[in-house]
């Protein structure tokens, strides 16, 4: 049957171009030979996967800071795909090979410049289809922060015990740096495992004198990539006046 959308068959080859996605078209196909036979064919042109433009994936430097470190590709899977689990994602050092499928990248890849862009292939599972994309890498350092000052509580009780509003320390350790995440833990143990926040106004637990920890990280960074710091909080008695007259 003649296509409607201008799509051409070459006889020799077998061969369909010019097509649109989405079509479908019915072909003749004739042997040749003493005894030719002939059949019809129905033949669909699978639309390529849609999928999503991935924003950069920044990733923390390691010990040495060079720039170069081992990143884990496949954390922008789910953000290309949009997660539709019928696409598979694979990875590739230039657009060609990823047109081609030759010479995916390990998923744990060390980058070989920063930043450094590389293309990622995305397969439909049904079709074999598949479309390109590329991805920037770019690995940073832990943000910069400032030493916050002591803080003091006035304690009219004079039990060696306060309130502390922490978040008030916020704007001093950024210092206007936007995009950063600022946490305080009781230990050390905390604020590198990032758990156990301290939210809203705390209450010292050992008196008049405590060491709070800071932690320090980009909002944007998917892996861990902090700065830490150390708060002393400060409890001091409110002098008692003797008011009896005599």
Do not use: M, W
């Not at 015990?161 to 922490?166: E, H, R």
């Amino acid at each position: 049957e003649d296509p409607v959308d201008g799509a051409v068959i070459d006889a020799v080859t077998g061969t369909i171009t010019g097509g649109d996605y989405g079509n479908q078209y019915q072909i003749f196909y004739l042997t040749n030979g003493v005894c030719p036979t002939a059949t019809t064919e129905s033949v669909i042109v699978n639309t390529p996967p849609e999928i999503v433009d991935p924003t950069p994936l920044e990733v923390c430097d390691d010990n040495i800071p060079d720039g170069l470190t081992e990143i884990d590709l496949t954390v922008k899977n789910l953000e290309i795909t949009n997660g539709n689990p019928n696409l598979s994602v694979s990875y590739y050092f230039s657009e060609e090979d990823a047109t081609n499928a030759n010479n995916p990248l390990p998923v744990n890849y060390i980058n070989t410049e920063n930043p450094q862009i590389i293309y990622a292939r995305v397969v439909d599972i049904n079709t074999n289809c598949f479309s390109t994309t590329n991805l920037e890498l770019s690995v940073i350092s832990a943000p910069s922060a400032t030493s916050p000052p002591v803080l003091e509580y006035c304690d009219a009780d004079a039990d060696g015990f306060g309130v502390f509003n922490l978040a008030q320390l916020d704007d001093i350790i950024s210092d206007g740096q936007a995009g950063l995440t600022i946490s305080y833990h009781e230990t050390t143990e905390d604020a590198q495992n990032n758990v156990n926040q301290i939210l809203g106004d705390y209450n010292n637990i050992n008196p008049y004198s405590q060491i709070v920890y800071i932690r320090v990280e980009s909002s944007t960074v998917v892996t861990d990539c902090a700065t830490f710091l150390e708060l002393l909080l400060v409890v001091n008695d409110v002098p008692q006046i003797n008011t009896d007259p005599s």
